[in-house]
């Protein structure tokens, strides 16, 4: 298993979409999982680690978050500063 066998990407997918991802992680025996997302995707994010925390494995807790500035290159070549937020869930 790799670091980032337990890593999720959260982009412009239904929230569901990344609960079913966190679910499935758990169920296959990982006890942390990370929920990574940049920009306008930290809420979606946000949204998901609530639900699967709320909802449907409820024996979850925020284990910690860590939040960031990256520079990424936009379309026309220039540097953009994006937030990015990573947010640990692990079982209780």
Not at 17 to 29: D, H, I
Not at 75 to 81: A, F, I, P, Y
């Amino acid at each position: 298993m790799t670091d980032t066998d337990n890593v999720i990407f959260v982009g412009k997918k239904p929230a569901m979409s990344y609960v079913l991802a966190c679910v499935t992680q758990f169920n296959e025996g990982n006890s942390n999982i990370i929920l990574r997302a940049r920009g306008r995707a930290i809420s979606h994010a946000v949204d998901v680690a609530e639900i699967v925390k709320n909802k449907f494995v409820v024996d979850t807790e925020v284990k910690g978050v860590n939040i960031g500035t990256e520079e990424v290159t936009g379309d026309q070549g220039e540097k953009l500063n994006v937030s990015s937020i990573e947010i640990i869930l692990g079982k209780k």
